[in-house]
Every structure is written in structure tokens, then in C-alpha cells.
């Protein structure tokens, strides 16, 4: 009996040294994973890696590892100079592949998502407009609201208004909505559905250019390629899948 008790205590300690020297191979991958990840893909800031899975150290050997989950931070937006941040930018690549020499390494899926909150669509938004949620049946055809003062608009894109459309208008608040169209995996594109008339001749027409604008999502990696957009009560959702997807270059 004594000797069993040795046996168990013996292979608890032995499985705690396996445990933490498994931890330690997984940490160390994971920082030079994010190192190689940040280079390869040309990205500004060195991404967040959790390589899934247990025990790692047999999956090496196997050279395949089950999941992997890419956290991206300092990816941007900009329309017209105006630059605001993009969040929880996410990637759950399945089945990744490790060459021989480990020096690259392919997935058979990636999944990618990321979301611009309205607070930041709303400072890539030409002066004066305000970008917003326009409740779940316009949300299903991936349209926001978008709002602001008529005249502020008008002049803040450096259209002259008369005196006597400038007194027609008022304070009057234009309202909005534009679908939200995903281009090239990179380009958001916003086009009004619905505008509201405006005195003057042309004066519809020069608010269209105003409220019609592109976002240039800059900083993503190639390996993450965006085909869908969501409009949320949180803000614009993207989301893309790809297959055999090259890590490392």
C-alpha cells in the first residue's frame, strides 16, 4: 500500500512538471506566434495569440494545432482624413498546419469579425452628423440613421446656403438613412435610401455628396478578408471566412 501511495504521489508531481513545462512551450509559442504574425502581415501593433488546446507539446509533435484565436488592436478607420478606431477585431483560425521546419503555418479556416462602435462611425461622419442605430427593421436591411443640422451640415462640407434657404431651414434637423455596403473587404460604403427634401434647386443633390461617404478600414491583415456587414444595436458588425489561410505571409 505504501508503495502504491508513492506511485500516485510520484505521477501527481511528474504530471504538475508536465502540466507547467506544457504551459511554458505554449506561452513562448505564443509570443513569438504574435512577433511572426505582427511581421508578416505588416500589421502596427503585435497581436493577442491563445493557442487552444491541451496538452500543446502534442500537438507540436503533430505539428498541427487545433484552434487558434488572434486578438488585433490599433486597426483604423479613415474617411476624408477623419481616422477613428476600429474594435474587437477577432480571429479563430481551426486546424492550423505547421510546416517541418516550423517557419510558417497555414489553417484550414479562419473565421474574422470586427465591429465599429456608432460613437466612432459617427467621428468618421462628415461635421455636424450623427450616425445611429435605426431600430431592427431597418437594421435587417443594413441601414443606419444618420442625422444632423440641415445647415450645419450643408456648410460644414463647405456649401454656401442663401439667406433665404438658410431662413427656410432654420434649425431643422435632416434625417436619414443609408445602407451600409462592405467593398473589397477593406472599403465601407454608405449611401442614402431616404433623404429629405430641401429648398433650393440642387440642394438634394449636393446632400447626397454629403451623407454618401466611404470608411477605409486600414491596418488588417491580409489573412483576414471581410465579405460581410451587419448593422447592430452596437454598432457595424464585419465578419468573413476564409479556407487554407497563410499565416506568415
Given at each position: 500500500m505504501?508503495?502504491?501511495?508513492i506511485l500516485l504521489i510520484v505521477a501527481v508531481v511528474l504530471g504538475g512538471i508536465f502540466v507547467a513545462a506544457d504551459r511554458i512551450a505554449v506561452n513562448m509559442a505564443e509570443s513569438q506566434a504574435a512577433d511572426k504574425i505582427?511581421?508578416?502581415?505588416?500589421?502596427?501593433?503585435?497581436?493577442?495569440?491563445s493557442i487552444k488546446g491541451f496538452p500543446f507539446?502534442?500537438?507540436?509533435m503533430g505539428k498541427e494545432l487545433d484552434e487558434v484565436d488572434v486578438s488585433l488592436a490599433g486597426i483604423t478607420a479613415t474617411a476624408d482624413g477623419r481616422s477613428v478606431n476600429v474594435t474587437e477585431v477577432e480571429a479563430q483560425l481551426r486546424a492550423v498546419r505547421i510546416n517541418s521546419s516550423f517557419s510558417s503555418a497555414v489553417a484550414d479556416q479562419a473565421d474574422g469579425s470586427?465591429?465599429?462602435?456608432?460613437a466612432d462611425l459617427t467621428k468618421a461622419a462628415p461635421e455636424?452628423?450623427?450616425?445611429?442605430?435605426?431600430?431592427?427593421?431597418?437594421?435587417?436591411?443594413?441601414q443606419v440613421k444618420v442625422t444632423g443640422p440641415a445647415v450645419e451640415?450643408?456648410?460644414?462640407?463647405?456649401i454656401p446656403v442663401p439667406g433665404s434657404i438658410k431662413e427656410e431651414l432654420g434649425d431643422s434637423t435632416i434625417d436619414a438613412y443609408s445602407t451600409v455596403v462592405l467593398r473589397d473587404g477593406s472599403t465601407v460604403q454608405l449611401k442614402a435610401v431616404t433623404l429629405p427634401k430641401l429648398p433650393g434647386p440642387g440642394?438634394?443633390?449636393r446632400l447626397r455628396e454629403i451623407v454618401?461617404?466611404?470608411?477605409?478600414?486600414?491596418?488588417?491583415?491580409?489573412?483576414?478578408?471581410?465579405?460581410?456587414?451587419?448593422?447592430?444595436?452596437?454598432?457595424?458588425?464585419?465578419?468573413?471566412?476564409?479556407?487554407?489561410?497563410?499565416?506568415?505571409?
Amino acid at each position: 500500500m505504501r508503495a502504491l501511495r508513492i506511485l500516485l504521489i510520484v505521477a501527481v508531481v511528474l504530471g504538475g512538471i508536465f502540466v507547467a513545462a506544457d504551459r511554458i512551450a505554449v506561452n513562448m509559442a505564443e509570443s513569438q506566434a504574435a512577433d511572426k504574425i505582427k511581421t508578416s502581415q505588416g500589421l502596427s501593433s503585435t497581436p493577442e495569440i491563445s493557442i487552444k488546446g491541451f496538452p500543446f507539446l502534442t500537438q507540436v509533435m503533430g505539428k498541427e494545432l487545433d484552434e487558434v484565436d488572434v486578438s488585433l488592436a490599433g486597426i483604423t478607420a479613415t474617411a476624408d482624413g477623419r481616422s477613428v478606431n476600429v474594435t474587437e477585431v477577432e480571429a479563430q483560425l481551426r486546424a492550423v498546419r505547421i510546416n517541418s521546419s516550423f517557419s510558417s503555418a497555414v489553417a484550414d479556416q479562419a473565421d474574422g469579425s470586427a465591429r465599429i462602435s456608432y460613437a466612432d462611425l459617427t467621428k468618421a461622419a462628415p461635421e455636424g452628423a450623427t450616425v445611429s442605430y435605426a431600430g431592427a427593421e431597418r437594421a435587417a436591411k443594413g441601414q443606419v440613421k444618420v442625422t444632423g443640422p440641415a445647415v450645419e451640415l450643408l456648410e460644414g462640407a463647405g456649401i454656401p446656403v442663401p439667406g433665404s434657404i438658410k431662413e427656410e431651414l432654420g434649425d431643422s434637423t435632416i434625417d436619414a438613412y443609408s445602407t451600409v455596403v462592405l467593398r473589397d473587404g477593406s472599403t465601407v460604403q454608405l449611401k442614402a435610401v431616404t433623404l429629405p427634401k430641401l429648398p433650393g434647386p440642387g440642394m438634394e443633390d449636393r446632400l447626397r455628396e454629403i451623407v454618401d461617404y466611404d470608411l477605409e478600414i486600414a491596418g488588417m491583415p491580409s489573412s483576414v478578408k471581410l465579405d460581410k456587414v451587419e448593422a447592430t444595436d452596437a454598432g457595424l458588425r464585419f465578419s468573413g471566412t476564409g479556407q487554407n489561410v497563410s499565416l506568415t505571409s
